[in-house]
């Protein structure tokens, strides 16, 4: 059985998300190609073959593919899913997997499974709906399995591989959509998805100005910042920083939750961490129900403490 | 320009649901049911282009169960022209509604199809996208603003680093975010008139589409339970117990 993962990328590296993907498709099947459709992404591809389980590498490359569009890196996985024989395609269920799979699947009219979090044969998938609070498990009847994966379900594959890299034949602009700006928030600290320490401020911190006492506790335990829903509604922080639901789904060793009441929405985001430590005034707060170790009291005078604390 | 805007009828966002005991799915009985609050905002946004002149008329779709009725009054009542109710009682899945959307736009040929980004009963998160590809139009996703000018619509779009703006031509899809406003409410007097507005019911078979499920749930179960509730009485301890029993930190 060919497996087929799109990898996300950004022409340079391959982003992490892509490394859990691989994982899940490695019990999928021996034979995973990886995808690497980019701008001058060589270097991404080299990256591709030296990650462990990958037995090829096909690796497009045209100036149109530098800005990801749905339209284009569908295409292009579509021009190589035609006569590849995949049984399984793919993809990190992150905003630019979420963004591009559908489009496949629709045109080779087949059913997505989305944000897998368990494989339980070729065709049987466990996935989380009503954001968590119950967990299906899917039988798939199409020819072609088309599938998100959520990262923080399926470690990171490791490197040591050696395979191959073919290049393909770029497909044609689809020309429909062009990315005219990007606002990327500017940050020293690993990716929040992927770091092992999130430490996010929720309506409890009071202002933006405020979440630069998490920002000295993080630089002590090289954690990334997230936030609550609320805390972004209230313009405390962008909205790329939101942990919940709708927001980034994330599993680190540690969650540090500050000023967080707790809602369901933000508990979908991050009840799968390892560790999960609550600080709050409320006791009554219901974070505390799901962490391991609460600490009731005024985080004003409980970060300062904590980031002492460290040294 | 006329707007199509899908709908989806879902489990209120506030109901906490519960897994039925033979784990055959969530129990949905005697449940709110509500529009899905990212379909929400897809309404008021297509309301707000028809109040500053860039849309001329606003057709509401959903496709389910009759009961969906209810959930497009509501969106005549938020400022939407007509309604299309594509009855079914089977289960719909993502392709099949945007099958279904596909052969409606055929019918309707609207500028903009616009909907939310995801339902939250089945966080699939596929119909805008699969209906641009069946339709080979652009798509801009998770919608935080939207601009419609000389056939075209400018999209900031929400993206895992930050924002990301696209540029995109006539006809196209927008799935919505949770940012891009914030619907109002349907006044009575508009509740009122909704219910004089057009509603039209279609079955799947007279738009020609098979809309045969592709997956079968075999079981849904509760998710593990968190053993949490652990309290740490100051700093000093907290640090000890990250460091020793739990081994998070150095």
């Known amino acids: 059985m060919s497996v087929l993962v799109i990898a996300e990328h950004d022409h340079h590296a391959l982003k992490s998300s892509t490394l859990h993907t691989i994982t899940a498709a490695s019990r999928l099947g ?27 590498v096909l690796h497009a490359d045209a100036p149109y593919l530098e800005s990801q569009t749905a339209e284009n890196v569908a295409a292009q996985a579509l021009s190589v899913i035609a006569g590849g024989g995949y049984t399984h395609v793919l993809a990190p269920a992150s905003g630019f997997g979420k963004n591009a799979l559908p489009r496949i699947a629709a045109k080779l009219d087949v059913a997505q499974i989305s944000d897998i979090t368990g494989i339980e044969s070729p065709d049987t998938f466990v996935r989380p709906i009503y954001a968590g609070n119950a967990f299906a498990t899917v039988q798939s009847i199409d020819p072609v399995k088309v599938l998100t994966v959520r990262g923080t379900a399926f470690d990171v594959a490791g490197s040591g591989g050696s395979a191959p890299v073919a290049t393909v034949t770029p497909a044609p602009d689809a020309g429909k959509s062009k990315v005219i700006g990007q606002e990327l928030t500017q940050s020293a600290r690993p990716e929040l998805t992927g770091a092992r320490v999130v430490i996010s401020g929720g309506r409890g911190l009071g202002s933006g100005e405020n979440f630069k006492l998490l920002e000295a506790l993080a630089d002590k335990l090289n954690a990334a910042i997230g936030a609550s829903r609320a805390a972004v509604d209230a313009g405390y922080v962008p909205n790329d920083y939101q942990v919940g639901q709708t927001g980034k ?26 560790v999960i430590v609550a600080i709050n005034k409320d006791a009554e707060a219901p974070i505390f129900q799901i962490a391991d170790y609460g600490l009731v009291g005024d985080l004003f005078e409980l970060i300062p403490q904590f980031t002492a604390e460290l040294g | 320009m006329k707007v199509l805007v899908p709908i989806k009828r879902v489990v209120d966002f506030n109901v906490k649901v519960r897994v039925k005991a033979d784990g055959t799915g969530v129990d949905t009985a005697n449940v709110k049911m509500s529009m899905n609050p990212f379909d929400e905002i897809a309404v008021e946004e297509a309301v707000r282009m028809k109040e500053k002149g860039t849309a001329t008329e606003i057709v509401v779709v959903s496709c389910g169960v009759a009961a969906c009725q209810e959930t497009l009054r509501t969106a005549l009542a938020i400022g939407a022209d007509r309604a299309i109710l594509v009855e079914s009682d089977g289960d719909l899945q993502p392709l099949a509604v945007a099958k279904l959307l596909q052969a409606l736009v055929a019918k309707e040929s609207p500028q903009l199809v616009i909907l939310g980004k995801q339902a ?12 641009a590809a069946l339709l080979d139009w652009p798509q801009a996703t998770f919608a935080s603003k939207v601009d419609i000018a000389d056939g075209q619509a400018t999209v900031k779009r929400e993206i895992d680093g930050g924002l990301e703006t696209m540029l995109l031509p006539l006809p196209a899809v927008i799935t919505t975010d949770l940012r891009l406003n914030e619907p109002r409410y349907a006044t009575l007097p508009n509740i009122m008139k909704a219910k004089k507005k057009p509603l039209e019911v279609v079955k799947p078979d007279a738009l020609g589409v098979d809309v045969t499920p592709r997956l079968k749930t075999l079981k849904v179960v509760e998710p593990a339970k968190r053993k949490g509730g652990g309290k740490v009485a100051d700093v000093k301890e907290l640090v000890a117990k990250l460091r020793n029993e739990a081994k998070v930190i150095a």
């Open chain 1, 249 to 274: 789904i994330v599993a680190p060793d540690l969650y540090i939750a500050v000023g967080i009441s707790g809602a369901i929405q933000h508990l979908a985001g991050m009840k799968d961490s390892k």
């Open chain 2, 120 to 131: 939250i009963d089945d966080d699939a998160n596929q119909v805008g996208q699969m209906l």
């Open chain 1, 30 to 56: 021996d034979d995973v190609h990886v995808l690497v459709a980019g701008a001058n992404a060589g270097n991404a591809a080299q990256a591709a073959a030296q990650v462990a389980g990958v037995a090829k």
